[in-house]
């Protein structure tokens, strides 16, 4: 069999069998057909062994890639050759005996500055006429801008993806208990809540809103034409809410998240209900805002300054 024929029928198996996202299904699809590209539409799976893989492996480090790149890469092709040896293409693992060492660099997460935020929240509550919320008419006046204050608004309180906070249907939300529903990575689910009476104002207005508009989708955001908001477009609309509040730095809804996990870690929150609210299967993944706390670790202790009390 050709590689190209097995990965068609590897990406329908995954399809099939496995629950898991059309984002996760696309990168595993990008892999293999890198891999397939790299040996030639015409080659065949019994060609696959441990040669063929480390010039693959070489050619992503020749190709610049990073190293975060290069492991992503060859985990697909590690999930890819799995199922050839289960589908009894390959008689043998490839990788067997082989290991990668691409280095294991993590960038520290980028966060909005406090200072900065403010700012962008006082220009969203201007141009969406929405100070503290109690009737929807005001939504009504300025939809658009109302739905990019929600959105931000959200991301920062609760710390989502931005591809979950778009997923949200209007039946995931319950006002009552100031929670909604989140399907995450890997088709995990957890909640989420609403942290204080302005954001739950805004909610429930934003919902009263949808419904005197007669919306018929049930997604929650919608664009300017009452259709669910998408991914690209909620980060178009984060970028430009940034630059028209006079920002230094472009805007990106994951340093949103960024942000709110680093408050919540400097608020003294224990990091395990950080996991879990951020919705990291790793306890790992989480960590690495223990060092962006750091930073605020120094200012406490520069302010202390305890040795100058000791020179004087």
Not at 11 to 30: F, G, K, Q
Not at 271 to 288: F, K, M, N, P
Request: some cysteine.
């Amino acid at each position: 069999m050709r590689i190209h024929q097995a990965h068609k029928q590897y990406v329908r198996w995954l399809l099939a069998t496995r629950d898991l996202s059309p984002h996760t299904i696309r990168a595993y699809d990008s892999d293999v057909a890198a891999f397939g590209k790299h040996l030639g539409m015409r080659a065949l799976v019994s060609q696959i062994d441990h040669e063929c893989l480390l010039a693959f492996v070489e050619e992503l480090r020749a190709a610049g890639l990073s190293a975060t790149s290069i492991r992503r890469r060859v985990s697909g092709l590690r999930g890819f050759c799995k199922w050839l040896l289960a589908a009894r293409l390959l008689d043998c693992e490839p990788w067997s005996g082989m290991t990668l060492s691409a280095g294991r660099q993590r960038n520290l997460p980028r966060i909005v500055p406090a200072h900065e935020l403010d700012r962008l929240f006082a220009s969203l509550r201007r141009a969406a006429g929405v100070g503290d919320v109690s009737y929807p008419d005001k939504i009504l006046t300025r939809p658009h801008e109302s739905t990019t204050l929600l959105a931000v608004a959200l991301l920062v309180a609760t710390g989502v993806r931005v591809n979950e906070l778009v997923s949200v249907k209007c039946g995931d939300i319950d006002l009552s208990s100031r929670s909604f529903r989140i399907m995450g990575k890997g088709r995990r689910e957890r909640h989420v809540f609403l942290t204080n009476d302005w954001i739950t104002s805004l909610t429930r207005a934003y919902l009263e809103a949808r419904s005197e508009l007669g919306l018929g989708q049930t997604q929650l955001l919608f664009n300017s034409c009452h259709e669910p908001l998408t991914t690209q477009a909620m980060r178009s609309r984060l970028a430009k809410a940034a630059f028209d509040a006079g920002l230094s730095v472009r805007v990106t809804p994951h340093m949103l998240r960024h942000t709110a996990a680093t408050q919540l870690i400097e608020a003294g929150v224990d990091i395990r209900y950080i996991q879990r609210l951020l919705g990291h299967a790793s306890l790992t993944t989480t960590e690495i805002y223990t060092h962006v706390s750091d930073q605020a670790l120094r200012r406490i202790v520069s302010d202390a300054d305890v040795l100058k009390q000791l020179l004087q």
